[in-house]
């Protein structure tokens, strides 16, 4: 199976910047979509940012411009740096990777555990 650890969350001042990183092992042939979510109290998910494998990107209306999605192909890692953060950034951020399981070659979405970031006002 395949596991995503996820890193980099914490509290941090209106203004300030923070890194995820989300790390992906086990049995993988390929990952071709690796994006962040996002989810608030009593808010639905919503996605952040996503990258493809050749390197295509898609962001949240509300965070172009601050938060940069990137990736590492060869250690199947994906980043989200996060600039100018403001009070509604607050949520617990999620990675996602759809992947292509190399025992099988099946196709199959996976999840992080999930972690937290707080911006204080």
């Known amino acids: 199976q395949v596991q995503l650890v996820e890193s980099g969350g914490g509290l941090v001042q209106s203004g300030g910047s923070l890194r995820l990183s989300c790390a992906a092992s086990?049995?993988?042939?390929?990952?071709?979509?690796m994006g962040w979510y996002r989810q608030a109290p009593g808010k639905q998910r919503e996605l952040v940012a996503s990258i493809t494998i050749d390197g295509s990107t898609n962001y949240l209306d509300s965070v172009k411009g601050r938060f940069t999605i990137s990736r590492d192909n060869a250690k199947n890692t994906v980043y989200l740096q996060m600039n100018s953060l403001k009070p509604e950034d607050t949520a617990v951020y999620y990675c996602?990777?759809?992947?292509?399981?190399?025992?099988?070659?099946?196709?199959?979405?996976?999840w992080g555990q999930g972690t937290q970031v707080t911006v204080s006002s």
């Open positions: 996602n990777a759809d992947v292509t399981i190399l025992a099988t070659m099946a196709y199959e979405e996976y």
């Open positions: 086990g049995s993988i042939f390929s990952i071709y979509h």
